[in-house]
């Protein structure tokens, strides 16, 4: 296999990062926060090549430059490159996110005494690959966090929780099979407060002692959790879902 090899070409006043490696297409990408243009090549193509390429694609590349201006804090996760100089929630907590460039060992993310979130990765990987990194570190903290919380609210609610999970869930914080005695809480959750993330976690116990949401339900809820409602608004400002 034939090595990477990395030059910088100037094309109408800006400086293109090119990657010639192992791949079968042109693929090239703008990134923030800077708008920097990288493109990957095949090494069979010459310089010629990639200036009609890229010449062919500025109009793309300054829309796309435009876009990571006016790129706001607070954006739903899909349309987060992981890079340096975006913000991600952990904890109901905003953090400065940033990748430590060349890095090859193994991959991990944690968050330094700066309260920036860090991830260790080879930054010419892609998006995918990243996104997986920062949903595994998610992961960790609410596996971290749900034992304390399933332990504190068993003995006070009657009840007994069999097993519980994480898992990414598209319209709800959360379920609860009842025969099994199984909650599952969205991974989403980890973005949140841990008043929220509580929250939730009583919730889903709760249908423990009743199924629906009836009155009943709620009446139970005030009884446990009496400010149950104001968690409950603040979990619906920042994405949408329901519980
Ligand atoms: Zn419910």
Not at 179 to 191: C, G
Request: with cysteine.
């Amino acid at each position: 296999m034939k090595k990477e090899k990395i030059m910088t070409l100037v094309i109408d006043k800006m400086a293109i990062t090119v990657v010639k490696k192992q791949v079968k297409n042109l693929n090239l990408s703008v990134h923030a926060p800077d708008g920097s243009v990288r493109l990957s090549a095949p090494h069979n193509i010459n310089n010629d090549e990639i200036h009609t390429f890229i010449t062919s694609k500025l109009t793309w590349i300054h829309k796309q430059q435009e876009k990571i201006k006016k790129r706001v804090t607070n954006i739903p996760t899909t349309s987060l490159a992981f890079e340096i100089g975006e913000y991600h929630y952990v904890a109901g907590e905003r953090h400065y996110f940033k990748t430590i460039q060349g890095f090859e060992g193994k991959p991990r993310v944690e968050i330094n005494r700066h309260r920036e979130i860090v991830m260790f990765v080879d930054p010419w990987k892609d998006r995918a690959v990243r996104e997986k990194l920062m949903k595994e570190f998610y992961r960790d903290y609410l596996k971290r966090e749900i034992p304390g919380l399933v332990a504190k609210w068993e003995p006070k609610m009657g009840v007994k929780v069999t097993e519980w999970g994480v898992k990414q869930m598209k319209t709800r914080w959360g379920s609860c099979n009842i025969q099994a005695k199984r909650i599952w809480l969205n991974l989403e959750l980890a973005k949140k407060s841990a008043d929220c993330l509580e929250y939730i976690v009583v919730h889903e116990m709760n249908h423990l002692l009743e199924r629906k949401h009836s009155s009943r339900f709620y009446q139970l809820m005030d009884a446990f959790l009496p400010h149950w409602r104001e968690r409950k608004e603040k979990l619906s400002e920042q994405i949408s879902g329901k519980n």
